[in-house]
């Protein structure tokens, strides 16, 4: 038997077999055994006729029907006697016979790529320093506040601190209601900073029990769409005192008597948080530069592994775990290719240093998570330990935590004050779209790390 090898690109192969006759033989042997046992021929018991008889009478079939299976087993001792390790599911892409003479056949398979690692100790990354201000802290107070409103009515909204609930009608031009375009006890708050602004001032001392005509900026430039309202009920908005109750209600688990107190919670709280997202930002920086550094070919097997998972998550949010009706598939995996592939590409890097630096999880580096998470679910360090010691899930992530702590301790770190405090990393915003049946102050979008 005779092979070789075509290298296509840094992770697709194709390899190319050549059998002869007598190199096929000890195969087709295999076939005609297997096949006696299930052969029915007249005058002998099923699986009892002579081998030489099955080749007599069905040789070149058995031969030609096997063919695959020959191949398959060929390809299975090429990988195992050159220790390759091929990536996904292999492909056969070519196949040709020629009765008694010659099998020829080609198989693609994609490997991991062989790359020279970049330097990574010492990577140049920026981190992003927020000081948390006055402003900011009175925003978060403001807030905190918002999630314990109460509503009062009134007779007329007269200031920014009301709710409105109005019937809404969409006009033509000529101001006859258009049919189907109209809603019920629509929630206003007035406050929404998302509210249009032509649209607030309109609605300025509106009073219960008052229709009034709005004048509107449409989607097309330069042109106005007419609504007519019937404000149907007022609502002030009342935010809590700042006193030991409030105090008590916010942190629970801390004696805060003062508002000089309170407000040095929430700055800890804010500087946490930014802290948090800063460190964050080092880990995606790091990463991003050391994919930048080395030029790997993401092989597509482990891209699609990698889509696979997405669509599994987005499974796993249906309770069916089912994909929602409305969701291409296709569409997103075509979205989410990018991600994938860099995804690819940081798990080869990451597993490359890891080799490197002979990185490993110890009983050391495990003590510090069982005993969280013990104290987390409650439960006994004992047990959590018997778990967490033989679980590779848990083995990884700290093994991760463990490589990104070292990447980061060896980095050239250089902090960037931030000083536009625009609150788009710690937004927060009442509910009052036109959509909306609720002006509730809606919880706070502080940033994730991810």
């Known amino acids: 038997m005779e092979f070789k090898v075509n290298k296509i690109d840094a992770v697709k192969q194709e390899v190319e077999f050549e059998l002869s006759y007598a190199d096929l033989a000890p195969h087709f042997e295999k076939a005609f055994q297997k096949y006696q046992k299930k052969a029915e021929i007249p ?12 080749k007599r009478m069905y040789g070149d079939m058995i031969e030609q029907a096997s063919l695959e299976d020959v191949a398959n ?60 201000d006055e402003k900011m802290i009175d925003d978060e107070v403001k807030y905190l506040q918002s999630k314990h409103v109460t509503y009062e009515e009134a007779p007329k909204a007269d200031g920014d601190e009301f709710t409105i609930t109005m019937d809404v009608q969409k006009l033509d031009d000529a101001g006859i209601e258009i049919i189907g375009q109209g809603d019920k006890d629509v929630r206003f708050y007035l406050n929404d900073p998302q509210i249009n602004k032509e649209f607030k001032e309109q609605l300025e001392e509106v009073a219960v029990g008052e229709e009034r005509i709005l004048n509107l900026p449409a989607q097309e430039e330069g042109k106005t769409e007419k609504y007519k309202v019937l404000c149907k009920k007022v609502e002030k908005v009342v935010f809590p005192e700042l006193n030991e109750e409030f105090f008590k209600n916010i942190y629970k688990d801390e004696e805060i008597k003062t508002i000089e107190a309170f407000r040095e919670k929430v700055k800890n709280d804010l500087e946490g948080i930014y802290k948090n997202i800063g460190d964050q930002e080092i880990r995606n920086n790091i990463v991003n530069e050391l994919i930048k550094l080395n030029d790997i070919t993401a092989p597509d097997a482990l891209v699609e592994n990698i889509l696979n998972s997405y669509i599994e998550d987005v499974k796993n949010q249906n309770p069916k775990r089912q994909l929602p009706k409305e969701f291409d598939e296709e569409e997103y995996r075509k979205q989410k290719r990018v991600d994938a592939i860099l995804q690819v590409k940081w798990y080869l890097i990451r597993d490359k240093i890891i080799e490197a630096e002979k ?30 010691e033989n679980n590779p899930d848990v083995k990884y992530r700290v093994l991760d935590d463990k490589l990104m702590n070292f990447l980061i301790e060896n980095a050239k770190i250089k902090d960037v004050e931030k000083h536009d ?18 002006a509730k102050p809606k919880k706070p979008r502080k940033k994730k790390t991810e």
């Open 43 to 54: 005058g002998f018991r099923k699986g009892k006729a002579p081998v030489s008889m099955i």
């Open 421 to 438: 405090h625009s609150h788009d990393d710690h937004d927060h915003e009442h509910e009052g779209e036109e959509t909306k049946k609720e």
């Open 73 to 132: 087993d060929v390809y299975k001792n090429y990988l195992d006697e050159n220790k390759v390790q091929p990536l996904g599911e292999a492909q056969m892409v070519d196949m040709d016979y020629e009765a008694k003479q010659i099998f020829k056949f080609k198989i693609k398979y994609e490997i991991r790529p062989d790359f020279e690692l970049a330097e990574y100790k010492g990577v140049e990354v920026n981190r992003t320093i927020h000081s948390v």
């Open 359 to 388: 990185m490993e999880v110890t009983d050391k580096d495990l003590e510090p998570v069982i005993e969280a998470d013990a104290k987390k679910y409650n439960l006994p360090v004992d047990k959590i330990k018997s778990v967490y």
